[in-house]
């Protein structure tokens, strides 16, 4: 063999070598809005300012078919950083005040992951997860006191937010970092009435007022789109005036959080997702597995991908995230199982933890969601066309368990509590857009359904959103569909089964 064909030989091994070797890590942001549902310009609203969430669209891909699994803040963004289901990882609902649910004590969370890899981790923003030794982050920022008027402004201005995590983003370091950056918008402001303390005073989407540091960004109710599932009335029509404004808010948070990452010389280097842990603060959507509810915004833009500006069919979930940050990590191999390393790191951190609310049956790497990072490139990827949602409690006082499964076409809620009035959210029976056409009556209309109904559930809706999209034709009972009721309740049933459950049992004694 010539010195030529022997280089030759040399380059095209090295190639194939360097081939099967794994991309090195890269950064990661996790941006997460707080009761966003998918009005934004990318998702087709053209009323709705939101040029920075647009421009991160353009340069990635975005996910048309999105789904959270609970449309309750705490219980969702357990899902969010487990990729377990709420009925498994033990988030049933609400962390905080008086609700007091949290997860179990050794259940494996998205950062104890990344930190396994090699990752420096940081959290800023809203956390609603409990217990912090079983979700921690290895910083929280911003890393100074932020009592009194400073944390306000932290709470209602993604700006400040975004400038509070400048630092850590051009901190040098060998080690690539994770940013989970959660704002607080665009949620309903909870006002506590001091003459009655468990009186919530009728709320707005959050600071109506002055943006320090950002444009505050106006809109007129007669401009608003007001969708399906909601009343075209003066009232609602306000409410989504100030919805936008608050989302408009968030979009500039995310427009100085990309800036601070250009500047810092990091952006080409780092995974940007934006998404939201379920639909708008409105009835019909938050708390309820109905569609405004379920679907979510889900932008990726992934550094090492080619193709930008794209639209993807795929059907994802929340419970998906985490698989796929780990994979994009390097953490997995090529089959897709977290590497041994990884797994005994985590495992000795989750052994370490304090608590003694332990779920035996939780190990490390037992995802319930995939990784949809090899899907991402292409618009109507095979296999990605069903998700599953489970609900089980908002506050304490809402206990109503859902089951969903969600195909292309249909989609079966299992209303376990069918009997029971649907609970509110505190903040949802305080909304004015809901108040107004409930003091009309039960017969009052409600978007799609009437209050009556909306507030009586039969105990499986079964849609065909291919002709009724706004769900509001339920085919439980049409004999017609019975073959195909029964095959959704079986599909719903080994859901359920494999993802350990509890609820399971109530196909045999209710």
């Known amino acids: 063999m010539n010195n030529r064909s022997f280089a030759l030989g040399a380059w095209l091994a090295a190639t194939l070598l360097l081939s099967e070797l794994p991309a090195a890590p890269k950064n990661i942001v996790l941006i997460v809005a707080d009761d966003h549902g998918v009005d934004l310009g990318c998702y087709g609203n053209s009323v709705i300012k939101t040029p920075n969430i647009d421009a991160l669209a353009a340069e990635g891909v975005v996910m048309d078919r999105a789904f959270c699994t609970t449309a309750s803040c705490s219980a969702s963004r357990s899902v969010i950083l487990t990729g377990l289901h709420n009925h498994a990882n033990g988030q049933y609902g609400h962390q905080h005040d008086f609700h007091k649910f949290s997860a179990w004590a050794n259940a494996p969370s998205l950062p104890a992951y990344l930190r396994a890899a090699g990752y420096r981790t940081a959290r800023c923003g809203k956390f609603h997860v409990a217990p912090e030794s079983a979700f921690h982050f290895s910083r929280v920022l911003p890393e100074r006191n932020t009592q009194g008027s400073l944390q306000q402004q932290l709470d209602r201005n993604p700006v400040a937010q975004a400038d509070a995590c400048r630092d850590f983003i051009a901190e040098q370091s060998e080690q690539p970092f994770f940013l989970y950056f959660c704002t607080n918008d665009p949620h309903r402001s909870e006002e506590v009435d001091e003459t009655s303390p468990l009186e919530l005073k009728p709320n707005r989407f959050g600071n109506q007022a002055d943006l320090p540091g950002g444009e505050v960004v106006t809109y007129q109710p007669a401009e608003v789109i007001v969708p399906p599932f909601l009343p075209d009335t003066p009232e609602c029509r306000a409410e989504l005036a100030q919805y936008y404004q608050a989302v408009s808010r968030v979009d500039q948070g995310v427009g100085r959080l990309i800036k601070h990452l250009q500047d810092a010389g990091v952006y080409d280097e780092t995974l940007v997702m934006y998404i939201s842990d379920h639909g708008i603060a409105m009835p019909g959507a938050k708390t309820t597995l109905y569609e405004p509810g379920m679907r979510i915004p889900c932008i990726i833009r992934n550094p090492r991908a080619a193709k930008r500006g794209l639209h993807s069919s795929a059907m994802v979930s929340l419970v998906d995230l985490t698989p796929t940050l780990v994979e994009f990590a390097g953490a997995t191999d090529r089959a897709g199982i977290v590497k041994p390393e990884v797994l005994q790191k985590v495992s000795a951190e989750i052994a ?8 035996p049956k939780l190990t490390p790497a037992q995802f319930h969601g995939r990784s949809f990072l090899s899907a991402l490139e292409e618009p109507v990827p095979a296999e990605w066309n069903e998700v ?19 195909e292309t076409r249909y989609k079966l809620i299992w209303n376990l509590a069918a009997p029971l009035p649907f609970p509110f959210a505190s903040d949802l029976w305080v909304a004015s857009t809901w108040q107004a056409q409930y003091r009309q009556g039960l017969s009052a209309r409600y978007g799609q359904r009437s209050v009556g109904s909306y507030l009586q559930r039969s105990p ?7 002709t009724d999209p706004d769900e509001s034709h339920n085919l439980a009972n049409d004999p017609a569909q019975a073959k195909n009721l029964a095959r959704l309740k079986q599909k719903l049933r080994a859901f359920q089964v494999k993802t350990r459950d509890p609820w399971v049992l109530k196909w045999d004694y209710e």
């Not at 370490?352 to 779920?359: L, M, S």
């Not at 599953?388 to 969600?406: G, L």
């Open 352 to 359: 370490r933890q304090p608590g003694e609310a332990r779920n």
């Open 460 to 466: 499986f809706e079964l849609y065909d959103l291919q």
């Open 388 to 406: 599953n949602a489970s609900h089980t409690f908002h506050e304490i006082t809402m206990y109503y368990p859902m089951r969903v499964v969600r």
